[in-house]
């Protein structure tokens, strides 16, 4: 039974609250034990409450699953209709001090338990009001982060942040703030569908992330699979001190090759264990069945020869993969697929169904509701993306597994450049720019629609239908950049004049057709609807790479004529050299002759 002095305690401890500022009333109790009189509890010190700092959450805390550290925020309540509240911080060594109650083991324990310790010791102290105790604000705690990031280092995170969080940090420099061509976040850090770019020879291995405990323990992270699927249990939440490491892996000698009916098909790091199951649900994610019929992998056999075994989608888990195996899932309609259509030229833009090598052009104009009245039919393009990897086309026999495959055999722009002799430095430099876009299909809309030959969709192919501006593109040296009225008939030289007459630096006019992207050169060429004029320029000084492509091209172009000079130079010398010798061989021999 409760002492009767504690009751009237309350109750005077209730009227001071009353008279004092709610919004702001904390309690802290002077120190003594249990037995303490009531004079003491009305005592109570009345101090401002801090506003904790916003963190944002997923929910809820598990308290049978955090763990408490250094740095943690508790706020301790006590009372009835007006609740007293006093925050304790998780001391450096691991304690948690409630004034008037006692000293507490927290670091390294579950919140549940700690909860739990507090808790009583608050009811040993006090008997009728009612006693709290919440986590109000998670700790920051330094994480190490190294490997193929842009800024290892100490990096601070959040007691609930995950292992992407603290390799999101990495990739950012906070004094510059954000910079495109940076990643931003631990997902930019690799492309697996692309060639790799911060370095030529390898790749960041997010199938093997290295999180590395204070106490030695390590875990492997599948980011990558994460990514895929949002499944956490691929990005777990750090603790206090841990070591993120990023390794690096050559996608020729640790890589495996996914391919066919996934939605990232491309390289990726090898993971110990790995079954085609694992690599399927980071390409194409935990929604397979019904999509895929079967996997077939392809592995390099004795004396490099390629083995094939192909399984049902049902066995895929038992299917083990190993570095420098190709994997290709089946689909279960192998012509099911989708293209799009954007533009103006068209009524509903969007993605539709199609069926591979089947559906016409016609067709998908019109499921996008047929062409609208003012559609730049001779404009209209098809874009086909050529895969960077070997499509499923290819015979698995004749791979050669020492080298991965390119698209050098499906698209016929992969040439070198060293192969294009007779393009100039910026030349060679506009070719490579342009080579890398994505292909366009050469269609005739107009001719398709009025019965003509016609063009069967692959899947992901997207038609471009632009409409008709009734206006013509004048850029580059001229006078005013910008859109001049169509007229028919027009040539490329008065829309030049039209938009302010050639620039300073103007070299030749070029037309560029609309429906093939051609560049024809001349002023006198006769402009077509939609399409644009374009002026060339000498390369000066607000163009660094140009001028100094321009500059590399004319100090070449010097000493070919140096060259070409001296050449000729050798060549007179060595003529009237010979002419000299001949003549002299010529008088030798007249004067034998005479003297006979």
């Given at each position: 039974m409760a002492h009767p002095a504690r009751g009237i305690a309350l109750s005077v401890l209730a009227l001071v609250l009353a008279l004092a500022p709610p919004a702001t009333a904390q309690f802290s109790p002077p120190s003594g034990g249990p037995n303490r009189g009531a004079a003491a509890r009305g005592a109570a010190r009345l101090v401002a409450t801090p506003q904790p700092q916003t963190i944002a959450l997923e929910g809820a805390i598990d308290a049978d699953a955090y763990v408490v550290g250094p740095g943690d925020v508790f706020m301790i309540s006590v009372g009835g209709s007006v609740a007293l509240q006093e925050p304790a911080t998780v001391s450096a060594d691991g304690l948690l001090v409630v004034t008037g109650v006692g000293t507490f083991r927290a670091a390294e324990r579950r919140l549940s338990e700690v909860r739990a310790d507090v808790l009583a010791g608050l009811r040993r102290e006090y008997v009728r009001p009612e006693v709290g105790v919440a986590l109000a604000v998670p700790r920051l705690f330094y994480v190490h982060v190294s490997g193929a990031v842009p800024l290892p280092g100490r990096h601070l995170v959040s007691a609930l942040g995950r292992v992407d969080d603290a390799l999101g940090i990495a990739t950012k420099d906070p004094d510059v703030g954000f910079n495109p061509l940076q990643p931003q976040s631990a997902r930019d850090l690799a492309r697996y569908d692309v060639p790799p770019t911060r370095r030529i020879e390898r790749r960041p291995a997010l199938r093997n992330v290295r999180v590395v405990n204070r106490d030695g323990r390590e875990r492997r992270v599948d980011l990558a699979r994460y990514f895929a699927t949002g499944d956490t249990r691929f990005n777990p939440t750090l603790d206090d001190g841990d070591a993120i490491v990023l390794p690096e892996f050559d996608p020729d000698r640790e890589g495996v090759f996914v391919d066919g009916a996934v939605d990232r098909p491309g390289t990726y790091d090898w993971r110990p264990g790995d079954t085609a199951l694992d690599l399927l649900a980071v390409t194409a994610g935990d929604e397979i069945d019904g999509r895929i019929r079967a996997v077939r992998r392809t592995r390099?056999?004795?004396?490099?020869?390629?083995?094939?075994?192909?399984?049902?989608?049902?066995e895929a888990a038992s299917l083990d993969i190993q570095p420098r195996d190709?994997?290709?899932?089946?689909?279960?309609?192998?012509?099911?697929g989708q293209a799009g259509v954007v533009g103006e030229g068209v009524r509903y833009p969007?993605?539709?169904?199609?069926?591979?090598?089947?559906t016409s052009l016609v067709a998908l104009v019109e499921m996008a509701g047929g062409l609208s009245p003012d559609a730049l039919v001779r404009g209209a393009y098809l874009e086909r993306r050529a895969r960077a990897e070997a499509q499923e086309t290819v015979d698995d026999r004749a791979l050669d597994f020492s080298r991965r495959l390119?698209?050098?055999?499906?698209?016929?722009?992969?040439t070198d450049l060293g192969d294009l002799s007779g393009l100039s430095l910026v030349g060679r430099r506009y070719y490579a720019q342009e080579a890398r876009r994505t292909p366009r299909l050469?269609?005739?809309?107009?001719?398709?629609?009025?019965?003509?030959?016609?063009?069967?969709?692959?899947?992901?192919?997207?038609?471009?239908v632009p409409r008709d501006l009734g206006t013509v593109r004048v850029f580059g040296q001229v006078g005013q950049?910008?859109?001049?009225?169509?007229?028919?008939?027009?040539?490329?030289?008065?829309y030049v004049r039209s938009a302010g007459g050639l620039g300073p630096a103007a070299t030749e006019t070029y037309v560029v057709d609309a429906a093939t992207g051609r560049f024809t050169?001349?002023?006198?060429?006769?402009?077509?609807?939609?399409?644009?004029?374009?002026?060339?320029r000498e390369a000066t000084s607000d163009n660094p790479a140009y001028e100094s492509l321009a500059i590399q091209e004319r100090q070449i172009e010097r000493q070919d004529a140096r060259d070409r000079r001296q050449a000729r130079y050798q060549l007179i010398q060595t003529t009237i050299a010979a002419i000299g010798t001949l003549l002299t061989a010529l008088v030798v021999v007249n004067t034998?002759?005479?003297g006979n």
């Open positions: 390099r056999g004795a004396g490099g020869s390629a083995e094939s075994v192909e399984v049902p989608l049902a190709g994997l290709y899932a089946i689909p279960a309609d192998p012509d099911a969007g993605t539709y169904p199609i069926v591979a090598g089947q390119t698209s050098r055999g499906l698209d016929t722009t992969a050469a269609v005739d809309l107009g001719a398709a629609l009025r019965g003509g030959p016609g063009v069967t969709l692959q899947d992901g192919d997207r038609l471009v950049s910008g859109y001049v009225a169509y007229q028919d008939g027009q040539r490329a030289g008065a050169a001349g002023a006198e060429t006769v402009v077509q609807p939609g399409d644009a004029v374009f002026v060339g034998l002759t005479d």
